[in-house]
């Protein structure tokens, strides 16, 4: 169990940036994101484009403001849990217990959820069968790439990720790599290399076709693959591998007992507390009037809440306002030297 | 001003009157037309404002550059018809649109 000021559940540019207000102001905060890394939409749909709103940052990539706001939070140490996802949310006395999918436990008076459009999932097959096989024969991820060694397997998908594992895996077993049209959108090599094991026959490329049907009893023994001509192919396959990309799900938030507004949590903007004492929204998941899907709200929004966090995780301190130019306590929390 | 018909996969139709200059996305979520969820907020990075353009209508919208083709790879359920409807900019010409929704957009 770990006790902490205030679990932030996200770890998008908005979290980050809470996380600083909160660490200079005194409260410790722990960071929760089920991506594999942080920097949330910036790092993961855009990481390459340049944003030209920050303030007085003319331009700069997703990526380097995620390093950067980074390295602004350096001083506090915070301890970020990647790859893992905020399931349950239930109050205990003055406190919220949050348990996550990897059933990690977080105490604490207060929580701001920073999540985005929701958490960032695999988007999966659009057959319902799929799920069935889901525990042993339909894959959006390898973890053990051994698990597919000598094994008929199909892979789904247009990406680098899709070609890339079609590369990897055609070494030790036969690959079918399935596509909706004939171009791929990896990287030239990637295409390059595909297109040669294709003709070394060492790959077999189906396009432009799309999953339309799974048989198998526990195991998945036989699919069908359609155009969009209803032409329709039978492959036999032990496992199929879908890379469509990640899509961003509410889920569990939804289910928190929060006020909804089309998936949007609506807020005080005072504080940006929700309906719920001590759980602050902020960023792209919070609706006000006027509200703005802008990185820039999503800070203004950041230093509020975690002036918000202040009473319940101190209730025995009255807050005080004071500048980084010239607090020595914030000095002092951020590692500097007195001048 | 364009008149366009939204149908849900149910074929439950709704008809409205969208501005020029909006997106055909836009159109929808305004008028709380259910069916696209349009995620990223037009921005082509999620593929949930995903629409099948009447047969008739297709070739007469103007070609989706490449980035939206890859964005449809991500689509639920993309044909040959496949739109996304941020990328459509409405305008006099779309007057009497047709688009269907699929029956999710994830
Ligand atoms: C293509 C594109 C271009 C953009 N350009 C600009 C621009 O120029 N200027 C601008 O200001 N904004 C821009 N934006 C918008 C900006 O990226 C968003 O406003 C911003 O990312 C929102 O930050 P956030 O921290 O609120 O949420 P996000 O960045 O969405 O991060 C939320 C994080 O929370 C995690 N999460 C959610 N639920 C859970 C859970 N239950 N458990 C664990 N983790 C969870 C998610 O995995 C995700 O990583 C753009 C967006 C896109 C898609
Ligand atoms: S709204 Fe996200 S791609 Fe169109």
Redesign the pocket.
Known sequence: MITTDVLV????????FAVQQLGIIGLKAEV????DK?????????PD??????PAIPVCT?ETLTKNLMKQIEPFNTNFHLS????QLVKEGTKWKIT??KKKIFVAPNII?????????PRKFPLKEAEKFEKNSVFYSIRDKKYFDKKKICIFGGGDSALDWSIELSKNSKVVLVHRRPEFRGTPKNVEIVKKLEKDGKIEIETPYQINSIEGDNQIKVITIKDDNGKIKKIDTDYILGFFGLI??????AEWGLNLDKKHIPVNTENFQTNKEGIFA?????TYPGKL??????FHEGALAARGCFKLARPNEKYRFEFTTTSKNIHERLGKKQT | MAKITYIEHTNKEHIVEVPNNITVMEGAVQNNIPGIDAD??G????ATCHVYVDKKWFNKLEKKDEGEEDMLDMAYQPNKFSRLSCQLLVSNELDGLIVRMPSKQS
Do not use: H
Not at chain 1, 32 to 35: A, G, I, R, T
């Open positions: 559940i996200g770890a998008g540019p908005t979290a980050l929760v994101d089920n991506l942080v920097g949330g939409q910036c790092r993961e749909l855009y484009k340049p944003i030209y709103d920050i997703g893992e996802r905020v399931e996550t999918n959820i920073a999540g985005g459009v929701g958490s960032f999932e961003m799900k509410l889920g569990p938030i902020i960023g792209d998941i919070c899907k802008l990185i820039l709200s999503g | 990223c907020g921005s082509m990075a999620c």
